[in-house]
């Protein structure tokens, strides 16, 4: 599976940016589909995750009323809508694709990476 990335761009606080994650190769509806994201000098961290059917979603605590994450399997896309965001939201953020069968928020669990997408939000 090969993962790319593309939305990251600058944004003011409080604005919006919709990311995109195009993937290629087999089978992308039977993985588990998740965005993570790394600040300068950070480790990188889960931001959310969706279920092969879309049906179950998990966040991280700090975006959870502000970002939403979906997929349509017929065009190969997981996307992740985020609203008022902070600067602490800037970071390169990457999509990741795992074959474990359940939304998961360990980076461990993530078998496929895209190359990332810069978000940078100015205050």
């Known amino acids: 599976v090969q993962l790319v990335e593309s939305g990251g761009r600058w944004v003011q606080a409080g604005g919006s940016l919709s990311l995109a994650c195009a993937a290629s190769g087999r089978a992308f509806g039977s993985y588990v589909m998740g965005w993570f994201r790394q600040a300068p000098g950070k480790e990188r961290e889960f931001v959310a995750s969706?279920?092969?059917?879309?049906?179950?979603?998990d966040y991280l605590d700090s975006v959870e009323d502000r970002f939403t994450i979906s997929r349509d399997n017929t065009k190969n896309t997981v996307f992740l809508q985020m609203n008022s965001l902070e600067p602490k939201d800037t970071a390169v953020y990457y999509c990741?694709?795992?074959?474990?069968?359940?939304?998961?928020?360990?980076?461990?669990?993530?078998?496929?990476w895209g190359q990332g997408t810069q978000v940078t939000v100015s205050s």
């Open positions: 969706i279920s092969v059917s879309g049906a179950v979603t």
């Open positions: 990741a694709a795992s074959a474990v069968g359940y939304p998961t928020s360990s980076k461990y669990e993530y078998d496929y």
